[in-house]
């Protein structure tokens, strides 16, 4: 079904944003590479990767528009220090998206990682108009940086892998195939049966299912995801919610589930696979701002203090 649906429906919208027009349409010959600095106050796009120039701030929290382009993939990576792997990872995932059919591009969101990510994202892009490297400077956290990707994408799918190799590519098209069936989210789940975690210890084991069953409550009754902690997953720009997201945690799925107009989802079994190359981002702040992100969450869905 997915390798026939590149045909355009009849009557689509042409007509697209011209901000969204700016950021999707890189020349061929050179990548386009938005500087993106918390700590500036204007706005630069450069068709070039330079050192030290100034960037661009976003006031307020992360906000997606759901207004896009039709049969379209937008797929985030968000990167820190991850050149031993990104070069690799573009190149599988392009070889298991191009047979699909659809129009995609891959959005690289680098938080200005010291260790040449963004030259080597430059140097694919420059042959590859589809590779887009957003650089961030000042900032970190993966949600942001999710965020920070869709918000520079015209694209009526949006998506997200991580870097690090431990996401299959190969799952990429059964994911998008749930979406174009109909349905409003499809999840890369370690929990659904034929998923698994690998060779984790006892530990993590007991404290990833206790972070997945404090968010039973939180979830739709008709509509829970086993796996809602997955960093590997699409869905339909229109089915994100019109509100503030907390840009500075890692799980943004869960708070898309939460408070998102999300009415289907599929989960595709995936096992979850070993870091390549570098290290893990998980340390004390990833799980005191869990922590924080469930606070709100319940706190807007039982009406207690400040409505999320």
């Not at 960037?55 to 906000?63: C, E, K, P």
């Not at 797929?75 to 047979?99: F, K, M, Q, W």
């Not at 920070?148 to 799952?171: F, K, N, R």
């Not at 999300?262 to 005191?288: C, D, M, T």
Request: with cysteine; aromatic share 8%; glycine share 10%.
């Amino acid at each position: 079904m997915v390798a026939h649906y590149a045909k355009r429906r009849h009557g689509e919208k042409r007509d697209r944003q011209k901000v969204a027009q700016e950021f999707a349409s890189p020349q061929a010959d050179e990548p386009r590479i938005l500087i993106f600095d918390y700590h500036t106050s204007s706005a630069v796009i450069k068709r070039s990767y330079m050192q030290g120039i100034p960037g661009a701030t976003l006031t307020g929290q992360a906000v997606i528009e759901p207004v896009c382009a039709v049969d379209k993939l937008a797929l985030v990576i968000p990167t820190l220090c991850e050149a031993g792997n990104i070069g690799g990872l573009l190149h599988h995932v392009r070889s298991v998206l191009d047979p699909v059919g659809i129009a995609y591009e891959i959005l690289v969101v680098d938080d200005d990682s010291p260790d040449g990510t963004g030259d080597v994202v430059s140097a694919i892009a420059r042959d590859d108009p589809r590779v887009r490297l957003l650089v961030r400077k000042g900032k970190r956290g993966l949600s942001g940086a999710i965020l920070y990707g869709w918000q520079c994408t015209d694209a009526s799918i949006l998506g997200v892998m991580d870097a690090d190799l431990q996401h299959p590519p190969e799952l990429l098209p059964q994911l998008l195939s749930a979406i174009l069936s109909g349905r409003d989210m499809a999840i890369g789940s370690r929990y659904t049966p034929g998923g698994g975690v690998g060779e984790w210890s006892s530990l993590r084991r007991l404290l990833s299912a206790a972070a997945v069953w404090v968010t039973w409550p939180l979830q739709k009754p008709r509509i829970r995801a086993k796996d809602p902690m997955s960093g590997f997953f699409m869905l339909r720009r229109q089915c994100l919610p019109r509100a503030d997201f907390q840009d500075s945690g890692f799980k943004l799925l869960l708070e898309i589930l939460v408070r998102g107009r999300i009415h289907s989802i599929q989960e595709v079994p995936f096992a979850f696979g070993l870091r390549y190359r570098g290290a893990s981002k998980a340390n004390f702040k990833v799980a005191w701002d869990y922590a924080l992100l469930l606070l709100k969450l319940y706190a807007g869905r039982f009406g207690f203090g400040r409505r999320a």
